[in-house]
């Protein structure tokens, strides 16, 4: 069976404060943008549009079902968010982007990422797969969804999945997400 490597380079502007981790980006086809979260029907840039703007809408370009990249990274470098996902090659066990059938073949070096971010002190994790492999990475327990573990000098957020697969209303999805901030 095949294995993908990422498709996209890590993003880590300078002054990056926040490194947030996926398991491993969807299938190209199902992409609305070339950048972190590309699928048109995960919820993250509706979570931060609705957060930090009180606008869902506010990453969607209008009439179109696509995100707004030159906007989501003008404001990732401004806020200090930092994107890569834990794995750098992974095998798909089916043809779809669900964790349970993603078999990790290459996890990412999160410390190597880290130490090219010095002022990143929260790591957040997106799902259920990219917190197991954070917490084996710093030998830590998996901190509960919406909760954290601090990990030396870092602070380890489990957050709920913004897959519509994950069973939580955007709205609630957005108030765990607003403790981060």
Aim: hydrophobic residues 40%.
């Amino acid at each position: 069976m095949p294995t993908e490597h990422h498709p996209f380079e890590p993003f880590l502007p300078d002054g990056a404060r926040i490194l947030f981790l996926g398991s491993f980006p969807p299938q190209p086809h199902r992409w609305c943008m070339p950048f972190y979260y590309p699928n048109w029907i995960n919820d993250f840039w509706r979570i931060m549009g609705l957060i930090h703007f009180g606008d869902k809408n506010d990453f969607c370009l209008v009439g179109e079902k696509r995100f707004d990249e030159g906007a989501i990274r003008s404001f990732c470098t401004s806020e200090g968010l930092a994107f890569y996902d834990t794995a750098c090659e992974v095998r798909r066990l089916r043809d779809n982007a669900s964790d349970a059938f993603l078999e990790v073949v290459t996890p990412t070096d999160i410390p190597a990422l880290l130490a090219r971010i010095p002022e990143c002190h929260t790591l957040v994790t997106t799902g259920e797969k990219a917190s197991s492999i954070v917490a084996q990475t710093f030998g830590c327990p998996i901190p509960p969804v919406g909760g954290f573990v601090d990990i030396g000098s870092h602070r380890f957020w489990r957050m709920p999945s913004t897959s519509r697969a994950y069973p939580l209303p955007l709205e609630k999805k957005a108030d765990a997400y607003r403790q981060l901030f």
